[in-house]
């Protein structure tokens, strides 16, 4: 089993930034797939940005948001820039290895004035 451990959410203002952390129990060196969802009140969950030999982000936050990794942290990174209210939501992060992928338990980010 693997855990992953999201954190970094909170309460922003529109226009602020946060960074997502996701630290997992194991190597995410040898990873094959890594990603950060969300999902709003009322609404199903949604892709936001992965990582893999690309990356690759949703229509609605790319130019803002970004996606990198440590591997010496085991950790996946979101960097969210110009938030907007919009953005409001639990964010999840998921890694893919060979023998299954795992969610975190996610983040609240709530932008607000």
């Known amino acids: 089993q693997v855990q992953l451990v999201e954190s970094g959410g909170g309460l922003v203002q529109p226009g602020g930034s946060l960074r997502l952390s996701c630290a997992a129990s194991r190597s995410i060196f040898i990873s094959i797939s890594m990603g950060w969802y969300r999902q709003a009140p009322g609404k199903e969950r949604e892709f936001v940005a992965t990582?893999?030999?690309?990356?690759n982000y949703a229509d609605s936050v790319k130019g803002r948001f970004t996606i990198s990794r440590d591997n010496a942290k085991n950790t996946v990174y979101l960097q969210m820039n110009s938030l907007k209210p919009e953005d409001t939501a639990v964010y999840y992060c998921?890694?893919?290895?060979?023998?299954?992928?795992?969610w975190g338990q996610g983040t609240q980010v709530t932008v607000s004035s």
């Open positions: 990582l893999t030999q690309t990356t």
């Open positions: 998921n890694i893919g290895w060979i023998f299954g992928a795992f």
